[in-house]
């Protein structure tokens, strides 16, 4: 990635596939995260489409084994504080 533009570009191109949750693309690391259906959308369709921009993908080894929880319930900050410490405390969460 050049520029912010490139940014810009890149996160509306996949924000834009259907089963994909939400994208965000930091310039600065030139790193992108991402949510995404799985029965919805093939992680190589979306590695398709950013090499289809002009990019390269290099999957960390910790995206692989990604989990997203949703929560329902938390009141406030202390708590969710307050498991995102006992969870981090768990040996194979990082």
Known sequence: MHCA?????LEKSISRLTGVA???VNFATA???????????????IKKRVSSLGYSVQESAAAKHASVFRIDGMDCADCAQKLEK???A?????
């Open 5 to 9: 533009d490139c940014t810009l570009k």
């Open 22 to 24: 939400h994208v965000q």
């Open 31 to 45: 790193k992108m995260s991402l949510g995404y259906d799985q029965s919805a959308i093939d992680f190589d369709f």
């Open 86 to 88: 006992r969870v981090s």
């Open 90 to 94: 768990l040996a194979s969460v990082k």
